[in-house]
Nanobody, 123 residues
Framework: QVQLVQSGGGLVQAGGSLRVSCAGS????????MGWFRQAPGKDREFVAA????????FYADSVKGRVTISRDNAKNTVSLQMSNLKPEDTAVYYC????????????????WGQGTQVTVSS
């Protein structure tokens, strides 16, 4: 069993930066690729970014590419999402998740989820 506990997020003005983090407990996350998703009010949960188990490969949604960086520290069992040049349309609840080893962009490929962290970007 894996538990994912998220931290960070909050309120920021457009153009600002925020970081959200995810700490894993229980079984180590180092063998799993990890992802971040977000869900805005009234919308489906969508893929934001993913990182391979070793951290060697990263993947980003087109909507955030160039503004978001995903990273991990397997020694600390953590995954982070650094966001910059934030836009009001980035406002959402952000979720970290542990992958089953399948495709990175599909939420059905993720087996463990964090509790969600609110990110609000004001215009």
């Amino acid at each position: 069993q894996v538990q994912l506990v998220q931290s960070g997020g909050g309120l920021v003005q457009a153009g600002g930066s925020l970081r959200v983090s995810c700490a894993g407990s229980g079984r180590a996350l180092s063998s799993r690729s990890m992802g971040w998703f977000r869900q805005a009010p009234g919308k489906d949960r969508e893929f934001v970014a993913a990182i391979s188990a070793t951290g060697a490969s990263t993947f980003y949604a087109d909507s955030v590419k160039g503004r978001v960086t995903i990273s991990r520290d397997n020694a600390k069992n953590t995954v982070s999402l650094q966001m910059s040049n934030l836009k009001p349309e980035d406002t959402a609840v952000y979720y970290c998740a542990a992958n089953t080893g399948a495709t990175y962009t599909s939420r059905e490929s993720y087996i463990y989820w964090g509790q969600g962290t609110q990110v609000t970007v004001s215009s």
